[in-house]
């Protein structure tokens, strides 16, 4: 159940709802929102007059039963889209009238790498610059990342170009480093049922990518959202980034189905990386086609100005002239994605 | 190693390339082809020598090796996309300059549930019939086709609508039955790798669109397409489907990366199927958006006059008058599609 | 719905009894056995009164709803174990007391390579002889077995040794041929959903042993086996042979839970195959090992005299003296397994 | 390459030692152990000579080359079994010549709950108590764990019967909290690949249990628990979980050949988890049958005084009573295990 307060709702009069709630026998799980408080609650009880009752109280706007196991992330919960939007002082939105794309290098190697990266994928047309400062790799041999000195290549690539900056997170103690650095904070497919992680995103606001663990269902990955949405930060976005199968021709399966089936589950935006989800940078523009018309809200890709000595994901970058060779062969895909946004904008 | 004889070459100087290459130590293995004939072997021996002096000979064309395990259907034999004609009196081409949609129920019903679906997909703008007469379905106490009797009614639908038929064929025994009835003949998923079947239809000419079986390779996939040529059809169409996968969102997971990947390594035409892929109706036009994109050259769909009571797939059947607005909706994308093929033809 | 008719039951009756089913609504699917009559139903209808008119008729022993999509297979409708009788001459049951050992060479090569192998697994201990002489294979280039002359070579071994022959058939049409030279017909995991073959199979009596597809859920591998028995051959062994999954350190992965789960669901034997399950001779023996102690009723192993040498599967093939020493150390475990089976029939 | 220095190798030989593996172009990894020094070089340099002029040096008792990717855990680097003793006084040794078991609730819930299980388990033979305090759970509205709490009524069991405590750890913050309270440190398989995690508990000396990722290879397992034994713990226990496969007749698929495959790749011990594998409490005998035979070091499995009313897992948790018949049930296999470990080390 999930109880909306009208605006300014003060405290006494959340802490009455709250107890009318628990009176039903049901258990408060969060209050969030800023100017709007919502209360989540869950357990069994007598719904319908809980609701009828929650709803007869003056302070209360709306309350509804919800479903599904995900409650806030749910679609019954929120009718619009959820349009996120990026304080990086440029206005930038995720999930609302724009398609987004986030370009940059796997890892954030040296200042010259990050910088004419970023110079490129800004020309071309991308909004956010990716690149990993902590890196999650699977040998404790290779790279792990510039760490601190990343982030703040990362901080000095945003003034120079105005891209706002997404990087990955990996453990809870990192968050509110990352964050003071970031645009976007990025957890990872091994990271999404971290839970002690997501918890501690949950207590800020900064906004979340959370990738689809390689081997998660699309439930799985909307049951971890809602770990971040439940603790109180809703900004959250989802990425389709491939899953595991028996097939290698590719470095892993793209469900790109999946962004339709979120679409129908949830108001979140979601996001395609084609750079993970086929691993090999021939695939990469034909892929990100398909998600332009398949209807993400945007794509995240990988690029390197020169793929073959990056000391991560070389072989699924692409370098800076495909990119923005990509970028205008686009263009075309991109012009019926707002065209259909309209439509739908319009049928509301 | 494939060796393209010029074209009327005599037998006397195709037996003088087949003496030749089993000096070398290989085995011949096909020779397909009306007017000109192509020989394949395989083995191993001298290739350098034998390819020289293959190509000494003045009746030889050319001689190359080819390295994938695949290799009548491999891009190393054929340079150009295979076109493939349709007898039935249209022109229709299937991997030429036109997207190809092939629409219909998923089993043959009644001959009104029938004409009405190919009257109203052939207004739609399909120009394949889909149906099934002969069906193959996990329970033996399911509707199992009405064999036969279903084939007439494809044909009567034909003649009706000028739509080419395709339609399964399940056994060997079949072939000749269905390839009386039908322009195209399907091979299920669960047929992919019945090699009695593929060895039979490699005796006929009648184009065969062959389903990726739900747990095979991309590579797989090819050497069961390679079955089909080697004895004797070229006139193979691939069709990916869905692959069973953890997620239960969708009936299988579209790979729709595998599009891509097959045009990488085979000039045969690549079809998707977005009703088996999501077994979800809803997702289905956003599917097909994508498959458009992607760069397939076709897509199969299912459709029903009234899906609610369809004997077979009705969850994933489109209404008809859905299917007439996603045809609609697919307008700007096929538009984009067919200025790719065009760039690609300016190009060669 | 299952109706077991009273021994010696009459046309008259049995007609009777079909009678009153179909004016309960049902569709009648299957009438199978010798002595004594069994009647499938299937289809929506009044279940509790028509069990209950059923049940009233003399010549009806018992009547019972099965609720499973599996009916003849179901444990709801036999509450013993099904001991299949190999007619081989020498008293050779398969799921009952004794625990089965099946080898031999992947494919048939030889006369010399036969014999060898099937006079040293039947020394091991070994009860059947395995041998492909049609063999399924990925290539149309590889090795497609000896066919009607490799049939011959094991009935040859089989004259010379008095082990019972187990070989693969891959098409409806071989059907009478194979079964004139086996003891068990073996259907491949890449057919167990080739259904006109499952039919085809139902109308004759000899053994099958029904191999799991890599991709096919256990429920789907019951379905299978139903297709055999409501066609009319109710003597049906199940394999489980690994699945396709992620894993690569293996060829397959053993879904060895896939043993008690099958023995909670149906009475019919179940055989493990460790060779095709892990691809790799070293792994063999532990999976064997494991196969007994888990409950199955046999194991099915590749051997070959010189497996460096052979023509298909030669990594997963032990040599000959492996699987010498291999039985020696089942000793222990299948005296373990035959208590149980002791125990278990002293219980009932 | 792996550098064993002799036992009480001074400082500066050790200096000494690391100065001439730079020369030579690699790079130090990790120097680990108590009384003897072993030093991990990786990076691309002059092997073979490396090599011999390390070993000419007195302080080095071996240096030897690791092709694997895995160094420390790899069974190149160590030629006998791993065998890991547990600091509870009781001389508790897990990967010797006992077979360990391990067994308790999901969730520890009450002091109640926790003792009937321990007291049961401890009777029946288990030598470890098993109980989550912190729990990783799907939805952030199910049962988190007592957290702190849980670990000190753990402790108090501990006390009361001298079983060994595993308990999970979730968190790089919570290491030294979980290493203060257990004996065994758990990862559970969502954070196989946590990084930031595996990091930290390789700077405590505490064992560590890591259960291989849901979707995770072998090969992937062996480089996590690299991680721990690179960064200074070289007390890793490794555990076979199931993985997620198509199948849904089990919670997870059992892979269980990764046992003999990861005995042939390391000497680290290795347990299996009948009760995640397979989420179903009928089947966890049968299984832990398997793991004994093919040669796991122990299992580790659910129970619980009440599984109807258990906050989480209670479907595959075994009743007290049940896992005392199992034990007994065992008891024969477990004697064949031991026979088999004698042979071993005889051979030795």
Redesign the interface.
């Known amino acids: 159940m999930i109880v909306s307060m009208k605006r300014y709702a003060t405290k006494a009069e959340i802490e009455t709802v709250c107890e009318r709630i628990r009176e039903f026998g049901y258990k408060i799980?969060a209050i969030e929102g800023e100017e709007r408080v919502v209360i989540g609650a869950?357990g069994v009880g007598d719904v319908t007059n809980c609701l009828e009752s929650l709803e007869a109280l003056p302070c209360v706007e709306k309350a509804v039963r919800i479903s599904a196991?995900?409650?806030f992330v749910s679609k019954e919960f929120r009718s619009t889209r959820t349009v996120i939007r990026i304080n990086n002082g440029t206005g930038l939105e995720i999930g609302g009238d724009e398609f987004t794309v986030m370009a940059g290098p796997c890892s954030v190697e040296s200042e010259k790498q990050l910088m004419e990266s970023a110079i490129a994928v800004s020309r071309a047309g991308a909004k956010v610059l990716r690149g990993g400062a902590f890196k999650?790799?699977?040998?404790?041999?290779d790279f792990?990342g510039l760490e601190e000195e990343g982030l703040k290549l990362l901080k000095k690539a945003r003034e120079a170009t105005g891209l706002a900056i997404i990087t990955e997170v990996?453990?809870?103690?990192?968050v509110s480093l990352i964050a003071e650095y970031s645009d976007i904070m990025q957890v990872g497919a091994?990271?999404m049922?971290?839970?002690?992680?997501l918890?501690t995103l949950g207590k800020c606001q900064r906004p979340v990518l959370l990738k689809r663990?390689?081997?998660s269902?699309?439930?799985?990955l909307l049951?971890s959202a809602?770990?971040i949405v439940?603790?109180g930060n809703p900004n959250v976005i989802l990425c389709e980034r491939g899953?595991?199968?028996?097939?290698?021709?590719?470095r892993n399966?793209?469900?790109?189905?999946?962004?339709?089936?979120l679409?129908?589950l949830t108001q979140l935006p979601v996001i395609l990386d084609p750079s993970h989800?086929?691993g090999k940078r021939?695939?990469v523009p034909?892929?990100s086609?398909?998600?332009?018309?398949?209807?993400a809200d945007g794509i995240i890709v990988e690029v390197h100005p020169c793929p073959e000595k990056a000391v991560s994901d070389g072989a699924q970058s692409l370098h800076l002239e495909e990119f923005d060779r990509m970028m205008n062969?686009l263009r075309?895909?991109i012009a019926?994605w707002k065209?259909?946004r309209m439509a739908e904008a319009a049928m509301v």
């Open positions: 799980h869950v196991p995900y409650k999650p790799r699977t040998s404790p041999y792990q990996m453990s809870d103690r990192d091994r990271n049922q971290n839970f002690a992680l918890k663990g390689m081997s269902t699309i439930k799985e049951m809602e770990y439940a603790h899953i595991r199968t028996f097939e290698t021709a590719t399966t793209c469900d790109i189905a999946a962004v339709p089936v679409n129908e989800a086929t021939s695939l034909a892929l086609r398909a998600g332009v018309a398949i209807g062969d075309g895909y019926l065209q259909s």
